[in-house]
C-alpha cells in the first residue's frame, strides 16, 4: 500500500487541486489563511517541476460574508448576485497569495455547456494548457453568475474530475474539511466511524459509505467526493481524498504519507473521447436494441448497426449522444448518432444494406461507430469483459 502510494505521487507531473468551500470559508467569509499555506505549498512544489490547477468553491460563501447576509440566500439570483461579489474576492486573495511567490494566477470560470460541446471542450483544454506552458496556476470555477440547472456542473467534484481528464492529470487532490472517506458518517457516528486508508475499486459497498450531506458553506458532500474519483479513476487518474485545513497536506501527501483516502486508478480505462461521451454529454434519446446486438456491443466490441434497433425515443439529430438500452431496460452504452431519430424510424430493424434504398443515401454503415461508444461499467461487468478502451 505505502509503496503504491509513493509510487502514484512520485510519477504525478500534473496534478489538478480541488478545494471546497467548507476549507475556504469559515461562517464569516473567505479564510485568507488556508489560501496562504496552500499557495505556499503549491508554490514550493511547483520548484520542483509539478504542474497544479486548482479549482476551488468559495465564490458564494465569500459573497455572502463579503454583503454580511445572515442566513442562507434565498434564491438563484441571491446565490448568482453573491458569486459575483465572492468570486472577485477569491480571485484577490489567490493572487496575492501566489504574487508573493512571484507566480501568475488566472481564472477561467466555465459552464457545462462549455465541455458539452466539442469545439469548446477543444478550445477549453488548449487554453489550460497554454497557461500551463506560461506557469500560470489557472484558478478554474463553475460560472455561477450565468449558471442555471440546465447548465450546470452541480458542484465542484464534478467539474474538478472533467478539468483532471481535460489536463490529463496524473492525479486529483480532493481538499476537504474531513480526513477522507470513513466507512460511515463521522459527523453522526463519531465514535464508530474508521477512515479508510486505500480504495481500489469503488464497490456498491464504497457507494453505501457515502451520503449527499454537505456542511452548510458546500455542496454535494462525500457522494459527490467518491463520484468525482470513479470518474477520475475510470480515466486512469488515481485519487486522493485528503484535510484540507490541515497545514502541510500538500507536502505529506507528497512525501507519500498515509494522509486521507487513495482511490487506485481503473487497470483498463476509457480513452479521453470515450470518457467525453460517458461523462460529459447528456443524452438526447434512447436506442432500444435487442439481445444480439446487445451482445455484439458489449461482449463483442462491435459498432451497432440498424439490424439491431428496436426502437427509438427522443428527438435527436445527427451527432447526438443517446443512450442505448438492452431489451431488459438496462443502459448498457452512450454514443454519438450518425442518423437523426427520424431517419432512425425509418431504418431500424433493417439490414444495412437496405439504408440507402429506404432513405435514398447511405452516409455511414454503423448507426453509432465503436470509436464513439463508450460501453457502461456495469454492462461490461455483467457481461464478464471488458470492452471500455
Ligand atoms: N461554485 C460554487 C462557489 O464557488 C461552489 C460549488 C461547490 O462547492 O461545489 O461558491
Not at 69 to 89: D, E, M, T, W, Y
Not at 309 to 332: M, Q, Y
Request: glycine share 8%; net charge positive; with cysteine.
Amino acid at each position: 500500500m505505502a509503496e503504491e502510494r509513493k509510487d502514484i505521487v512520485r510519477k504525478a507531473r500534473r496534478i489538478l487541486v480541488k478545494v471546497g468551500s467548507g476549507v475556504l470559508t469559515t461562517s464569516g467569509g473567505i479564510d485568507r489563511k488556508i489560501i496562504k499555506n496552500l499557495a505556499d505549498e503549491i508554490a514550493l512544489l511547483s520548484r520542483r517541476g509539478l504542474q497544479f490547477v486548482i479549482v476551488s468553491s468559495g465564490a458564494i460563501a465569500s459573497g455572502r460574508g463579503r454583503m454580511e447576509f445572515s442566513g442562507s440566500l434565498k434564491n438563484l439570483p441571491q446565490k448568482q448576485a453573491a458569486a459575483a461579489v465572492g468570486q472577485r474576492i477569491l480571485m484577490d486573495v489567490y493572487s496575492r497569495a501566489f504574487e508573493k511567490h512571484g507566480i501568475a494566477v488566472a481564472q477561467m470560470l466555465l459552464t457545462m455547456s462549455d465541455l458539452v460541446d466539442r469545439r469548446r471542450y477543444l478550445n477549453t483544454r488548449n487554453t489550460l494548457s497554454t497557461l500551463m506552458e506560461w506557469k500560470v496556476i489557472p484558478i478554474i470555477n463553475e460560472n455561477d453568475t450565468v449558471s442555471v440547472e440546465e447548465i450546470k456542473f452541480g458542484d465542484n467534484d464534478t467539474l474538478a474530475a472533467m478539468m483532471a481528464n481535460i489536463m490529463e492529470a496524473n492525479l486529483l487532490i480532493n481538499l476537504t474539511n474531513t480526513e477522507g472517506l470513513y466507512d460511515r458518517n463521522p459527523r453522526r457516528d463519531s465514535g464508530r466511524a474508521v477512515l479508510i486508508p486505500l480504495v481500489k475499486e469503488i464497490t456498491e459497498e464504497i457507494e453505501s459509505f457515502t451520503s449527499s450531506e454537505a456542511d452548510p458553506s458546500g455542496t454535494g458532500g462525500m457522494k459527490s467526493k467518491v463520484m468525482a474519483a470513479r470518474r477520475v479513476t475510470a480515466f486512469g487518474i488515481p485519487c486522493i481524498i485528503a484535510p484540507g485545513r490541515r497545514k502541510g497536506v500538500l507536502g505529506d501527501i507528497f512525501e507519500g504519507n498515509e494522509t486521507g483516502t487513495l482511490f487506485l486508478p481503473m487497470k483498463t480505462h476509457m480513452t479521453s473521447k470515450k470518457y467525453w461521451i460517458a461523462y460529459t454529454l447528456r443524452s438526447r434519446g434512447k436506442l432500444h436494441i435487442d439481445d444480439g446486438a446487445a451482445a455484439a456491443v458489449v461482449e463483442k466490441g462491435k459498432s451497432l448497426l440498424p439490424s439491431g434497433i428496436v426502437g427509438v425515443e427522443g428527438d435527436f439529430a445527427v451527432g447526438d449522444p443517446v443512450t442505448c438500452v438492452d431489451a431488459k431496460g438496462a443502459n448498457i452504452a452512450k454514443g454519438l448518432v450518425n442518423y437523426s431519430a427520424a431517419d432512425l424510424e425509418k431504418i431500424k430493424g433493417l439490414k444495412t444494406s437496405r439504408i440507402e434504398q429506404v432513405l435514398g443515401s447511405k452516409p455511414y454503415d454503423e448507426v453509432i461507430h465503436r470509436d464513439n461508444m463508450a460501453v457502461s461499467k456495469s454492462a461490461r461487468k455483467t457481461a464478464g469483459r471488458d470492452t471500455s478502451a
